[in-house]
């Protein structure tokens, strides 16, 4: 895509995902906490409600809810409200009151992966209960940052999984992006491992999952070629663009660099490499909007 095309794509958007860790802000722990802001992205935040678009951010990580995300957002100055955080919590959520619809889950998580579960009004096996042997018929295993899983929890799941119920990973993220020292995915983690105990698959529902970009889709409310999805990760927030048509940007405040944009697989290209979410802002302030948004 040449600068024109892709001053004449950005005038059209209408919906902008920002990721969270190493796009807004940098920090050691997991969606943005106990971090700071990048350069630009307050403002980058403000042109985007400024100019009428919609807004989601979306982190890959499920240890918190989406409240306390924005909470700790606001407190770096960055205008999000509680609405706009997705999470791989979120999307499990969602799909699984899609998928299925009434029955028992077994979900393992603290508060960051219970709560939007519980807040749909989903049937969350009780596991105080299936933890003495009482059957769970679950109809599904979603595994997400549970710090306290064990063997009494992996036995649960793999009966049940090996009963039938397929296993669902909030994120399989080896690790995320941050400043100081490395720092561990949880979530992946236990999903590959009951998948070795149970030789069944698992799949994951968080970014760039078809099934994270239909409930971003539905969050911001336009459609895909509308949309920009901005993220330091080639495989996640670039890939999931790709998939899904939707204009994807690479900050290379983060995880992967420009250099590594060149060498990414088709899949994983970005249309625009930006070496932070300044040049954003350049970039939307020199294109103004064209055409109004297609849904919503
Ligand atoms: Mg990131």
């Known amino acids: 895509m040449n600068r024109d095309e892709l001053l004449t794509r950005l005038a059209d958007v209408r919906g902008v995902m920002f990721d969270i860790d190493g796009c807004l802000v940098i920090s050691d ?10 350069p630009g992205a307050p403002e980058a935040i403000d042109l985007v409600r400024r100019t009428g678009r919609s ?17 700790s957002l606001r407190s770096l100055d960055l205008d999000v ?30 508060p960051g992966v219970q709560h939007d579960f519980l807040t749909r009004g989903l049937d969350v096996v009780d596991l105080d209960r299936a933890l003495t042997g009482e059957p769970t018929n679950a109809a599904a295993v979603v595994i997400g940052w549970d710090v306290e899983f064990g063997r009494n929890k992996l036995q649960i799941a793999a009966e049940a999984v090996l009963a039938g119920a397929p296993i669902y990973c909030t994120s399989d993220a080896r690790s995320f992006a941050s400043e100081h020292r490395l720092n561990v995915g949880v979530s992946g983690f236990i999903a590959a491992g009951l998948s070795h105990v149970t030789q069944r698959p698992y799949r994951v529902l968080g970014k760039p999952s078809p099934e994270a970009f239909e409930v971003l889709t539905r969050r911001l409310q336009v459609a895909p070629e509308q949309m920009l999805i901005i993220g330091d990760d080639l495989t996640l927030e670039c890939a999931m663009a790709r998939r899904g048509g939707a204009l994807g940007a690479l900050v290379t405040t983060g995880t992967h660099s420009a250099a590594d944009a060149k060498q990414a697989p088709p899949e994983h290209q970005p249309d625009l490499v930006l070496s932070g979410l300044g040049e954003l802002l350049e970039l939307l302030t020199a294109t103004p909007q064209r055409t109004p948004s297609r849904l919503g």
């Open 81 to 110: 409200r509680d609405e706009e955080v997705l999470t791989p919590a979120v999307v499990a959520a969602e799909t699984m009151q899609i998928l299925h619809p009434g029955r028992p889950l077994l979900v393992f998580g603290g």
């Open 55 to 71: 807004m989601a951010v979306f982190t890959n990580g499920s240890m918190q809810t989406p409240h306390q995300i924005a909470e």
């Open 29 to 38: 722990g997991p969606s943005g906490k106990g971090g700071r802001a990048l």
